[in-house]
């Protein structure tokens, strides 16, 4: 088992008493639809029951006396199910879904509805996770409504298949072949997201030029999304800001611009011959080298509104990304999105979402919550989470991200009072939006695995998850996720949970703890590398973020240092500001403290800096050794590449902590405390040391 099967493994039943009562309720399906929508429910239904229950179920399009699984909306089923189920059709939407079973002729049935096709298949992945999940099906009564209305991957996959920040192989669009070779990989691709409710793709990087917007590329991608569309996903792409110069000859890329204008409706409407459901654009702007509206002293809304304008007659959209800005402008990195942003609040178009980064920098281990959240009521906020782990290890290191991903969610803004949690913000709940959506930025590559790593794989599945519903527990998501990839023994669950849920906080603590961020190698981000110093950005150095010195460590951001605090509601400040209230997971980056700064544990900031070092190298170990504990559940293959890769983990923590606490120790001057490993080699060993190799390729 090399892992390509995902979370679809749809292994054996093996329970004595389960098996019977599924396969009496799975045997005969209804399911009256004939579209590509009703073939690939029948299709996922045929392999997983086959597979899970050793059946070959029988299908039919009318109701008989001995069907005991219907799948249809409202329109499709019999009346005497529609008598005995209860579904508040208005609530389900296009995509919600109610599976309910009912007593019907002396015998259980199991009803599966919603208002599309396409709910249909989402709840029918549903139904197979309850088996897969060895669930009660006797009396089902569940209704699933997703909370945000686009949720896309976002792969930043070039148009000559190197993926940015990929780790997992080269890019899966095999654009060469295309459109005359459809890879059954993309038909499983779209299986594993439809699974898990993503429901559109963003095709391009966000720095890819504008090739990807010319007829060559347009082909291929209407390929591709002929290919998702029976599975509810759409496609998108990423939109050059200055494509009308590059691909249109014109000589200037303003959006008030007439003839820019026009040429971008011209590109939308020959968009849309290729791909009638076109999703819309994704655009970086402004940010990194990459053009924007800023070159013509226009705002980023007169940027995203041209894009809108163009897109509104098709009923397509533009996430524009609020990842703007400049080694250019004096003020600290992490207020110039929020100094752009803010001000133009109420000024976007319907169909424009602003898509934010989970934190004001960039993606680390750890960061408080981007202060844009709950700072424009206006305008509809996505979320933007990194599911490549750029700056947590990449392909090589166990991060489970739910735990990431929920903490920021859960997190109170406080902009309309006690409980505007950044959900309720995404969600479209807080200020009534319409339009609201997530997207991550995908771990996907060619790997036979997809996602290089094993258990990166369940980064995609509670990406996807969390995207349906924000509300959702981080450790749920792993429990279901380990019983549908390996195994429903309850020991293996314990132990699987136990790794997966410590991981996130292991990482930081290796890496980045109290509030500690970017200090990785340079570029790579792989690895540490917190005296990266003086190079051509500033603002992309260790030292600009930690300030370390002989007075101690951490970037001041209250009102004696960037103030960036004062992007906050008034009570995120105040309990930020204040070092009694300051949660220690969010201390340095905040706060300038001493070395000798006391700590609530009562070590110094320097012991407690080192402690969590090590602590973090020690939970790698127990990661090994919960592992191990398990291996008689894990099929070899999989058991031993994910024991490798804990164990290349646990050697790479201790070189983060030797790396980071010999550094920092140049200015505490002050000896590791009482069960902190002494380093192995010098400080200059790990200077010199860099990785020559592209990790995970
Ligand atoms: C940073 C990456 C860079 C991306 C950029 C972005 O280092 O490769 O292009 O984000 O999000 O994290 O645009």
């Known amino acids: 088992n090399d892992g390509y099967n995902l979370w679809l493994q749809y292994q054996k039943i093996e329970s004595p008493t389960l098996l019977p009562e599924y396969q009496k309720q799975a045997g005969h399906i209804f399911i009256p639809g004939k579209n590509a929508t009703s073939d690939v429910i029948e299709k996922e239904l045929r392999t997983a ?64 509805t919603g208002n599309s096709d396409v709910a249909l298949l989402y709840g029918t992945f549903e139904f197979l996770k309850l088996l897969q999940t060895q669930q009660d099906i006797s009396t089902v009564d569940l209704t699933s409504i997703p909370k945000t209305n686009i949720r896309v991957l976002n792969h930043w996959d070039n148009p000559d298949r190197t993926v940015e920040r990929g780790y997992a192989g080269a890019s899966i669009w095999d654009w060469h072949r295309l459109p005359g070779h459809v890879k059954p990989q993309y038909v499983d691709y779209a299986r594993a997201n439809a699974s898990i409710g993503i429901n559109g793709t963003v095709l391009t990087n966000v720095n890819a030029n504008a090739q990807v917007l010319t007829p060559y590329f347009l082909k291929k991608v209407a390929t591709l999304a002929d290919t998702f569309r029976p599975y509810g996903i759409k496609v998108y792409l990423t939109a050059r800001f200055s494509a009308p110069i590059e691909i249109g000859g014109l000589d ?45 002293d226009r705002t980023q809304a007169e940027g995203a509104n041209m894009l809108a304008k163009a897109l509104q007659p098709h009923e397509g959209i533009v996430m524009w990304r609020a990842f703007v800005y400049s080694n250019e402008t004096p003020d600290d990195r992490a207020k110039q999105a929020y100094n752009e942003f803010k001000p133009l609040d109420g000024k976007f178009e319907d169909n424009v979402l602003v898509q934010v980064k989970n934190g004001p920098i960039d993606f680390q281990p750890r960061e408080p919550f981007h202060p844009l959240f709950g700072a424009m009521p206006e305008t509809p906020l996505m979320m933007e989470f990194q599911i490549t782990q750029e700056y947590l290890g990449q392909g090589t290191h166990l991060v489970f991200l739910g735990s990431l991903f929920e903490e920021v969610l859960d997190t109170d803004t406080y902009a309309k009072g006690p409980g505007s949690t950044v959900a309720k913000v995404v969600e479209g709940s807080l200020d009534q939006h319409a339009l609201s959506g997530m997207a991550g930025v995908s771990n996907i590559g060619t790997d036979r695995n997809w996602t290089g790593h094993l258990f990166g794989q369940a980064n995609w599945y509670a990406f996807g998850r969390l995207a349906w519903n924000p509300d959702e527990s981080a450790a749920d998501i792993a429990k279901e996720w380990l019983k549908m990839t390996f195994s429903n023994d309850e020991k293996f669950i314990r132990k699987g949970k136990s790794i997966m849920l410590q991981s996130h906080e292991a990482a930081v603590n290796y890496m980045t703890p109290l509030g500690l961020h970017h200090i990785m190698g340079w570029s790579h981000h792989y690895g540490p590398g917190p005296w990266v110093t003086d190079k051509h950005r500033d603002d992309w150095t260790s030292t600009y973020y930690h300030q370390a010195s002989e007075d101690g460590i951490g970037f001041d951001r209250t009102a004696s240092g960037s103030n960036a605090l004062s992007q906050y509601a008034p009570e995120v400040q105040q309990q930020y500001e204040n070092l009694e209230t300051c949660p220690e997971k969010y201390l340095l980056w905040f706060h300038h403290l001493p070395w000798n700064y006391e700590m609530k544990s009562g070590h110094s900031l320097w012991d407690e800096i080192a402690l969590h070092y090590q602590k973090g190298v020690h939970q790698t170990e127990q990661m090994i050794t919960d592992w191990k504990s398990i291996k008689t559940h894990v099929d070899d293959q999989r058991y031993q590449q994910v024991l490798d890769f804990l164990q290349i983990q646990h050697h790479e923590a201790k070189w983060w902590r030797d790396a980071c606490l010999l550094y920092f120790q140049q200015f505490s001057q002050m000896p590791l405390p009482e069960g902190v490993t002494q380093p192995e080699f010098s400080l200059d060993h790990y200077r010199q040391y860099t990785p020559l190799f592209v990790p995970g390729i």
């Open 252 to 296: 200037t890329a303003d959006p008030l611009h007439p003839e820019v204008q026009k040429w971008w409706t011209e590109k939308v409407n020959e968009i849309y011959e290729y791909v009638p459901d076109f999703g819309g654009f994704l655009v970086k702007a402004d940010s990194e080298g990459q053009p924007g509206p800023q070159n013509y």
């Open 49 to 112: 029951l086959e597979a899970m229950l050793e059946i070959a179920p029988q299908f039919t399009t009318t109701p008989k006396q001995e069907t005991t699984l219907f799948i249809g909306t409202r329109e499709q089923l019999p009346a005497f199910t529609l008598k005995a189920i209860n579904i508040p059709w208005e609530k389900l939407g296009t995509e919600g879904f109610s599976i309910q079973s009912i007593n019907q002729n002396s015998q259980k049935a199991l009803i599966i």
